[in-house]
């Protein structure tokens, strides 16, 4: 239950637009892509979609500070830092980093009024001891800890919410794809895919080197789901690019009008393309791409530029 006080939903549920490029006009699929990036500007897509139940879940039990995890260009971060503001959440956010670095990112953190600590490589690997010392030092926070990229149990009850949002248009797909960090999007898309008992084949597409890991962590979040993964589409690795991917993108976002950046749904898009070059689909199948937002990773992205 949604405590009503506050406008949990933003702008969903999202449109879905169809899709044209010169590929999919030579083909007989057809490519939609459901805009989860228009949730909001910086609590966009997947991020809002995961914290969500968490922020509702610490709103009734009256916990108002939140610890998180992120690197220096963290969606999740800054999806924390904003929402955190709006509903009076207190957001402490670890930056994984040498040094105290400084970008467009953390800055809007900062604005939004997140308590910005970097910790080195070494000390953020043990995100729990970061995490019990902080609670130690502010023992009347009553602070809750979420992970890295917003994983958590209730993540999966929001994403789960994207195939509710299809189903109720009436709109059916052969497929759904969504681009993978740690693979929590993708066990919800399952979970609700399952559950609701509707006939789409989930695929995901890893965003960084060595994939296959996604597969375990979605299967322990929901044993029952089923999905395929692409694990060929990373580009070198998480936040890697190639010259060809760049092209892609500047080539999608100028004929579609709809941004895409290199880091999740430049590489998800890229994938899409490939398997449609390769006919992997059948003839007249609907594919849905799910646009996860996360646009301001792009800024610090100089190469595409
Ligand atoms: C965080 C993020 C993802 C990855 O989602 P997971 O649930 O961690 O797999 C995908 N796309 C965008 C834009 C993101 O910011």
């Not at 996860?292 to 610090?300: C, E, H, Q, R, V």
């Amino acid at each position: 239950m949604l405590n009503s006080t506050f406008n949990f939903s933003f702008n969903s549920p999202t449109p879905t637009h169809a899709i044209t490029t010169a590929l999919t006009d030579k083909s007989t699929v057809s490519v939609y892509m459901k805009r989860d990036d228009l949730i909001h500007p910086f609590i966009s897509g997947n991020k809002w979609r995961k914290l969500k139940y968490i922020f509702e879940n610490m709103l009734r039990n009256d916990q108002h500070t939140v610890v998180t995890f992120g690197g220096a260009w963290s969606n999740h971060l800054l999806a924390t830092a904003c929402a955190g503001a709006i509903f009076k959440i207190r957001t402490i956010g670890f930056v994984r980093g040498e040094e105290q670095v400084s970008n467009p990112v953390l800055n809007l953190c900062k604005l939004y009024g997140m308590e910005l600590n970097y910790v080195d490589r070494s000390a953020y690997r043990d995100k729990k001891a970061l995490f019990d010392s902080w609670k130690l030092s502010n023992l009347n926070a009553k602070a809750v800890f979420v992970d890295e990229g917003g994983a958590h149990p209730l993540a999966l009850i929001g994403c789960e919410e994207i195939i509710e949002e299809i189903k109720a248009t009436g709109q059916e797909f052969d497929h759904i794809f969504c681009a993978c960090g740690t693979g929590t999007t993708l066990a919800g898309l399952a979970k609700g895919i399952a559950e609701h008992e509707i006939k789409t084949r989930l695929h995901g597409v890893p965003v960084l080197a060595g994939g296959d890991f996604i597969g375990d962590t979605v299967r322990e979040l929901y044993p029952d789901g089923l999905f395929e993964l692409h694990t060929a589409y990373h580009f070198g690795g998480y936040a890697k690019t190639k010259p060809e991917l760049l092209d892609f993108i500047r080539d999608f976002v100028s004929k579609s009008g709809i941004l895409i950046e290199p880091v999740y749904t430049g590489k998800l898009m890229y994938a899409v393309n490939q398997l449609i070059e390769q006919n992997f689909f059948a003839e007249n199948d609907k594919i849905l791409v799910l646009h996860t937002g996360g646009m301001t990773g792009i800024l610090g992205m100089h190469e595409l530029f």
